[in-house]
């Protein structure tokens, strides 16, 4: 019986904390295939003797179809409850991988590529979605754990893949089917749990009744907000061991350190802003997070070696404290179509920025590197000023009806 009871008692949804820890352990086996690739692109012009350009269209070949596509999939989400996509998209994104190191021409490469793109587009607005209605009233705490799941197997992909490439060449890139297709079974045979909850036009059991009006100004504005974040931190990670070596006089192995010490304190502020959003609001972290990072980069430019390292972990805390807000506070503004809104948040908006990169490498070769870091430090001040103009949101009402049958079986007592 899919009825509703008239009677039926709300019931708040509390946090499954084990659906969103599979979750964001999926999330770590999909990105690993991110992390991988620019790892992977010296053994690939090596092999087949590719120009520096034509390994750099092969990051583009993911970049794009990892991204452009994850609002179309978001769209479809919204419109057909599809959990399957996520065990099939993070599978798809690890096999593409894999492929590409047994692929005998650069074409077939970057189909390849192309396609573990297209998986990683797939996985992440569906996984998004569900962590949201798996999450309760700690929405942004939930979701940061996802993020960061995704950021340690970006991490991680580099670190994996580098000697097995060297022992076995290209084709050791097999290894790569290896986490996805044991996390796909892992997610298979979940499947069910991590679908218990629908919105209310599902037809199943337990619903997810959402409550509120779609903002879409607000949500343009809050991208754009994102967009101007991922300018900043895409120019940051791109610059700072160049800055590190030409700048700080420091050596090319600090600035891999200098990297990794970001990376960190961009993990590390992902969860920090989570917590922070859930008790003090989203708005105030997308700002403070924004406000504190023009100030703090400026100290670090005019900083000597030592005292900027010490910076570094402030910094990272800053520019990633909204990573996980953001998404929130999208699907928020469109409580309704929250795939959509996550694959804009999360894909569209980022790669938009990091697109942009370039630009600020040309300010570099003709300018300086100093002035493209400073402007680095200005482009958050814009993102600051635009994200005053964002309304508050506590979270959507999110609560859970249970259907007539299962408030009356005897497993509940009636109750």
């Known amino acids: 019986m899919n009825s509703l009871a008239a009677t039926s008692p709300e019931l708040t949804r509390q946090v499954d904390y084990r659906s969103v820890a599979l979750l964001s352990a999926a999330h770590l086996c999909d990105d690993i295939n991110q992390g991988v690739l620019p790892a992977m692109l010296p053994f ?7 120009s520096y350009a034509a390994a750099a269209g ?14 179309l999939f978001g769209f479809f989400a919204d419109r057909h409850s599809s959990p399957w996509l996520i065990p099939a998209g993070m599978t798809l994104a690890g096999l593409g991988v894999a492929g590409s190191g047994l692929a005998p021409t650069y074409s077939l490469i970057f189909l ?27 929405q942004a705490t939930t979701m940061s754990l996802f ?21 076995l060449g290209t084709r050791g890139a097999l290894v790569l089917t290896l986490p996805v297709l044991v996390m796909a079974i892992v997610l298979t045979s979940n499947l069910r749990r991590l679908a218990s909850v629908e919105p209310a036009d599902s037809g199943v059991e337990g619903r997810v009744m959402v409550e509120g009006d779609e903002r879409w100004s607000d949500f343009i504005r809050l991208t754009t907000v994102v967009v101007l974040r991922s300018i900043a931190f895409f ?21 891999a350190m ?17 917590r922070l959003a859930d008790r003090y609001g989203r708005k105030t972290v997308i ?23 010490i910076m570094l972990l402030p910094i990272g805390i800053a520019v990633a404290a909204a990573n996980s807000v953001v998404v929130v506070m999208g699907q928020d503004y469109l409580p309704t179509r929250v795939g959509l809104a996550a694959g804009v948040t999360l894909g569209l908006s980022m790669t938009i920025g990091g697109m942009l ?37 506590a979270g959507e009402t999110v609560r859970v009806e249970m259907a007539a049958s299962a408030l009356q079986s005897p497993s509940t007592g009636g109750r």
């Open 357 to 393: 990169t370039p630009v600020l490498g040309t300010i570099a070769d003709h300018y300086g590197l100093s002035t493209a870091m400073f402007l680095v430090a200005l482009v958050p001040s814009l993102a600051f000023a635009m994200s005053l103009t964002l309304h508050e949101t």
């Open 58 to 71: 092969l990051v583009l070949a993911q970049t794009l179809s990892s991204s452009i596509v994850q609002p």
């Open 235 to 255: 120019g940051l990670n791109t610059f700072l061991p160049l800055y590190w070596t030409a700048n700080l006089h420091g050596t090319k192995a600090g600035g």
């Open 147 to 167: 993020t960061v799941g995704g950021m340690v197997g970006f991490a991680l992909g580099p670190i994996l893949i580098t000697p097995t490439l060297m022992m």
């Open 258 to 274: 200098a990297l990794t010490a970001l990376a960190a304190s961009v993990a590390l502020g992902t969860l920090i802003g989570g």
């Open 44 to 50: 690939f012009i090596a092999a087949y003797h590719l």
């Open 112 to 138: 390849s590529i192309a396609l573990s793109g297209f998986g990683i587009s797939a996985f992440h607005p569906e996984a998004a979605r569900r962590v949201r209605y798996l999450s309760g009233s700690r």
């Open 287 to 309: 700002a403070w997070s924004l406000g504190a990072f023009v100030p703090l980069l400026l100290i670090f430019l005019n900083s000597r070696i030592f005292v900027a390292a």
